[in-house]
């Protein structure tokens, strides 16, 4: 059942849509409250992310984009969710790189979750990438979305170790456990607005007020002897 007076999430999508699916559970059992996802959109119309939204009687559309210019691509997309009437849009393996358009038109409003601690290994294949670096430790990062690929400031990640023997697959699977996890805590944090973005860091409230208290100047404090 949908919230008219809650936020309102689009999600774009080119694959499965582990990620929506994980966050349309999130949605439907309170961990997002006040919120309904009011549009899928996907670019192939063989996304299985399609098919989950339909089970659930979400709104999905596909827009191919085969052929289609980048920009004029993105103004399609962008028209749909304002048609739609969307406050956030989640990025959840969608195949395409936004035009500056598409950030300029939702600003501080677009998600992406990446499968590696970023700024390391950012792009595709990141859990291959970091098996052949040789890291102990990968994980995931929700960040928001700017004109730089994966290099918009961080909400949230999450550390999972890289065991012996590890493959992609092996890795990438426990990565996406807490992929799932993250991007409902991120995706909270962000349509309650209770957070800041300062130098690149996104702070949430207990720490914005932490880092407000330390940093208040000792006029008027009692002098130590």
Do not use: W
């Amino acid at each position: 059942m949908t919230n008219p007076m809650g936020k309102k999430i689009g999600v774009l999508l080119s694959g499965r849509g582990s990620n929506f699916e994980a966050l349309a559970d999130s949605v439907a059992a309170g961990r997002i409250p006040d919120a309904e996802i009011s549009m899928v959109i996907s670019n192939r119309e063989d996304a299985a992310g399609l098919l989950r939204a339909a089970e659930r009687r979400i709104p999905a559309r596909v827009i191919p984009s085969k052929g289609v210019e980048r920009e004029a691509y993105d103004r399609l997309v962008v028209a749909a969710l304002n048609e739609a009437r969307v406050d956030l849009v989640c990025l959840a393996g969608f195949m395409r790189l936004l035009s500056p358009y598409f950030v300029a038109a939702f600003r501080r409003r677009i998600l992406n979750i990446h499968p590696s601690l970023l700024p390391a290994f950012p792009g595709l294949e990141a859990q291959r990438q970091a098996l052949d670096y040789g890291v102990k430790f990968s994980g995931c990062t929700v960040h928001f979305v700017d004109e730089t690929l994966d290099a918009g400031p961080i909400v949230v990640q999450a550390i999972v170790p890289v065991k012996s023997g590890d493959t992609e697959e092996t890795l990438a699977a426990r990565i996406l456990t807490e992929e799932h996890r993250i991007y409902t805590e991120a995706v909270r944090l962000v349509l309650s607005g209770k957070f800041r973005i300062e130098d690149r860091r996104v702070l949430p409230p207990a720490e914005a007020n932490q880092e407000e208290h330390l940093n208040v100047p000792l006029t008027g404090r009692a002098k130590s002897r």
